[in-house]
């Protein structure tokens, strides 16, 4: 990509860096979910002794807080500060 098209599309995309946080518990909860998967194929919740496997419910329970941040927070701040941006940016604006 030459340096003319790289400017072009950063412009149009604009920076993409304040999202970088997203990646973090993003590739987290798409490991945990694999191991997760892995795990209760091999073995299950609970053992033939009908006890559950404490290990495998911390998992999960962690799986699943990850998920619903990701399902709501992680939306939610997008959208506050994309609105956030969008007020600051009509603010500046000369009126007219």
């Known amino acids: 990509m030459s340096g003319r098209a790289?400017?072009?599309a950063k412009r149009a995309f604009g920076s993409t860096k304040p999202l970088w946080w997203i990646a973090g518990p993003a590739?987290?909860?798409a490991v945990l979910r694999g191991v997760l998967a892995r795990a209760a194929e091999a073995g299950g919740l609970f053992t033939p002794t009908g006890?559950?496997?404490?290990g495998l419910l911390v998992l999960g329970l962690g799986v699943l807080a990850l998920r619903?941040?990701?399902?709501?927070?992680v939306p939610a701040v997008l959208v506050y500060r994309g609105v956030e941006h969008l007020l600051?940016?009509?603010?500046?604006?000369?009126?007219?």
Do not use: C, E, K, N
């Not at 006890?51 to 404490?54: E, F, M, V």
């Not at 600051?88 to 007219?96: E, F, I, K, N, T």
């Open 88 to 96: 600051r940016r009509a603010m500046r604006a000369p009126p007219g």
């Open 6 to 8: 790289w400017s072009q």
């Open 51 to 54: 006890t559950p496997s404490i």
């Open 27 to 29: 590739l987290t909860y």
């Open 68 to 73: 619903l941040l990701l399902l709501f927070v």
